[in-house]
């Protein structure tokens, strides 16, 4: 990195701090502080809601996935427009007409105090791991740019976003976020469009697209019923749709993004606009992977993306090994790039079969090439990471982008980072405050209460630093987040929708149905991961909800019979 990607780097997450900081200075009740005084409008909304799910993860992962496996990971995100629709009719009048600061206060008015506290409490444990996963997710990006640990990095992330955070509350957040997504959306557009200007003259963006569907990356919708595929179609709109209702609509970290709102018309059209925007907006990031796919079918790229786990490679005993690895993969690189120019040139049909029969052959030893260096990484380093899938689009952008660029894009996923991570903290210091430390206290004036929020913010900023410290790699981080959130979030939403639709259900049975329930989906969990089952991790949603829901049913039915 060169000096002015420091200073666009620096000057712009400075200028988030002092901005958020700054413009919400004299916050002095509960309602201006976690509700940033209701009025926030429509758009303010939608980006801020926004902003929150796409976090620095976001812009990491999901290039990387796109790399690897095409554009079926888009597939996740199709429940999400079907759940903002049930989320506006549904949630979002019966919060505004509550008056909640937040989601499970209406479970005591319906339930009970323990269901409320549980509830709270299932959130908390989630989104307190997701929020250290987005501390240390752009830790990573930074570490192979600065070569400092990634403990250093951890803390330096998580205080930047304490500042603003513990200062202004839900208002901090909202305001910053605006700047942030769009520093965001001007960056990866820009990153795009640089990918196309560094193809080969002959290679415009249509036959840029041939090249990624002739290798199986443009194949987006998926309409099998296999358990093999993670991301199908139905996994989408099923597992999704749960997911997603479960994450908008029960999750603090989004129900105070739009319980802000001036109106419950803002809220429902500061939803409705992200609805719309987040599916092209996810579409959009993931054909920036596939471009940058594309990018290295022309050009050189190493057999593994991770630096760190690379360079250990080179200072072992297995360096000579990886050498002779290394020559293959030029050989393959180069006769890769003549015979894509090829491809997209020649105008014959059964020329381009027989080429593209060439370029999957060379694809695949390509393949095999990088798993023979994975299983040298390991020899070298039994602890060493060897997926890559994060490091994909950060190698790209650091060994092939101008100066200026390269401070642009990590500001990008910096930003992201910080937006995501400073709506988590308020809403874990938010639910904290609110659904465990109020109801166990004597009652208070209010300025204890921003008090008690601001303390509970810098104590969560502190355990999201040190769940980022002790983090490892998943097979990709998206995956892992969300892999997090299906765990949780089936049985939260099963405990509002009994308290939506099933009347006569009372506390106690949704209590121990929901204390049941958390159980048998973390043991499916295992189990899957232990390949006893084959269960992908969006069905965990769907089996989640239903499972509580149909306990508490027979537990209420079972109370109604003894009596």
């Not at 429509?42 to 796109?66: D, K, Y």
């Not at 993306?305 to 000579?320: Q, R, T």
């Not at 790209?396 to 992201?416: C, E, K, Q, Y």
């Not at 910080?418 to 166990?440: F, G, P």
Request: proline letters at 2%.
């Amino acid at each position: 990195m060169q000096l002015l990607d420091w200073i666009i780097l620096g000057g712009t997450l400075l200028f988030i701090v002092l901005y958020g900081t700054y413009k919400t200075r004299g916050n002095k009740n509960v309602d201006d502080y976690l509700k940033g005084g209701n009025d926030a409008k429509w758009w303010t909304i939608g980006l801020s809601v926004m902003a929150t799910q796409a976090s620095a993860i976001t812009f990491l992962s999901t290039p990387g996935q796109a790399f690897h496996d095409g554009m079926g990971f888009v597939q996740f995100y199709f429940g999400l427009p079907i759940a903002m629709v049930i989320i506006c009719v549904v949630f979002i009048p019966l919060y505004h007409r509550l008056k909640v600061f937040t989601a499970y206060e209406f479970l005591e008015d319906r339930f009970d105090l323990k269901t409320r506290t549980l509830a709270a409490i299932l959130f908390l444990v989630q989104r307190g791991l997701a929020t250290g996963i987005t501390i240390f997710a752009p830790a990573i990006i930074l570490s192979a740019v600065l070569g400092w640990d990634l403990i250093t990095l951890n803390i330096i992330i998580g205080v930047l976003v304490i500042i603003y955070t513990v200062s202004g509350g839900t208002k901090a957040v909202s305001i910053t976020q605006k700047q942030q997504m769009g520093v965001i959306f001007f960056g990866m557009f820009l990153s795009f469009l640089i990918i196309l200007n560094y193809l080969p003259l002959d290679i415009s963006f249509s036959k840029a697209m041939d090249i990624a569907g002739a290798n199986g990356k443009m194949d987006v919708l998926d309409f099998s019923f296999s358990l093999d595929n993670r991301y199908t179609f139905w996994s989408g709109i099923i597992g999704g749709t749960f997911l997603m209702l479960s994450y908008f609509g029960t999750d603090q970290s989004q129900v105070q993004r739009y319980l802000s709102g001036k109106s419950v018309k803002e809220s429902q059209l500061g939803l409705m606009f992200n609805g719309l925007l987040k599916v092209p907006m996810q579409f959009f990031i993931l054909l920036v992977g596939v471009m940058v796919f594309v990018f290295y079918q022309f050009n050189a790229s190493p057999l593994n993306f991770n630096p760190a786990a690379i360079e250990d490679l080179k200072n072992s005993e297995y360096a000579s090994e990886f050498k002779v690895l290394e020559d293959e993969k030029l050989l393959i690189d180069n006769e890769l790039a003549e015979k894509q120019i090829s491809f997209a040139t020649i105008e014959s049909e059964s020329e381009k079969e027989l080429l593209l029969t060439d370029i999957r052959a060379l694809n695949t030893s390509d393949l095999k090439l990088r798993e023979q260096t994975k299983e040298l990484i390991l020899k070298a380093n039994p602890d060493a990471e060897t997926n890559d899938k994060d490091y994909v689009f950060i190698h790209f952008i650091l060994t092939n982008l101008p100066r200026g660029i390269i401070g642009l894009l990590l500001a990008v996923i910096l930003s992201a980072a910080m937006s995501s991570t400073a709506s988590e903290l308020n809403a874990l210091a938010s639910t904290t405050a609110m659904d465990l430390y109020k109801r166990n206290v004597a009652v208070k004036e209010d300025k204890h209460y921003v008090t008690a929020s601001k303390w509970f913010t810098l104590l969560w900023g502190v355990i999201a630093i040190s769940i980022a410290c002790v983090a490892n790699l998943f097979d990709n981080l998206i995956q892992l987040v969300n892999i997090i959130g299906s765990i949780f979030y089936g049985n939260i939403l099963g405990i509002f929708l009994l308290a939506f639709f099933f009347k006569y259900v009372k506390g106690n049975a949704v209590f121990v149905a929901a204390l049941i329930n958390q159980v048998f989906v973390i043991s499916l969990y295992l189990l899957n991961e232990y390949e006893y089952i084959n269960l992908p991790y969006l069905w965990l949603n769907f089996v989640g909800c239903l499972s509580v829901i149909l306990l508490a049913l027979f537990i209420q039915k079972i109370k109604r019979d003894k009596i």
